[in-house]
């Protein structure tokens, strides 16, 4: 059995970033199992990916879902406020108002946690869809199924 020696340059670019691997085989049998070791590792990188994926769309999920609670507790208290503005012009005239006056400006206070929440939110909302954009949505049919996925689990949630 005659033993060969070949040399091989390959470009291994994982992120972006370029790892130069050289790979020197010395016989066909060894050949064979690069080829073997290379398939294995090209099924289990892809099935991670999908696995990936699907992380990443139920943390969107997640993010989103709180998104929508916040803004159902921003109108809550904004019909709230709205309320006791009006109680507070009714009861002018009674002079029963100092409660109503203390409750209104703790509702002042929610407002502006709310709205701090909120806009961290919507900033982190916008970063994670610039990084899934940029990642895995790269055509128009990958766009459409995102959102489908999307949709479905937060209705599974019970956010939608």
Known sequence: MKLWLRRYHINFKPFGIIFPIII???????LLKLLTVGILFVLIFSCKNK???DSTINDFA????????LRIQ???????IRFTQDSIIQKTQSGDTLQLHEKITKMYMEKELL???SSRLADSIKVQLDIIMSTYLTDKNKKLAFN????S????????
């Open 148 to 151: 489908r996925k999307l949709d």
């Open 153 to 160: 689990i937060l209705i599974i949630k019970g956010c939608k």
């Open 51 to 53: 696995a990936s994926l």
């Open 74 to 80: 921003r109108f809550k208290l904004a019909d709230n």
């Open 115 to 117: 709205f701090i929440q």
């Open 62 to 69: 997640n993010t989103e879902c709180r998104a929508m609670q």
């Open 24 to 30: 020197t085989i010395k016989s066909f049998k060894a």
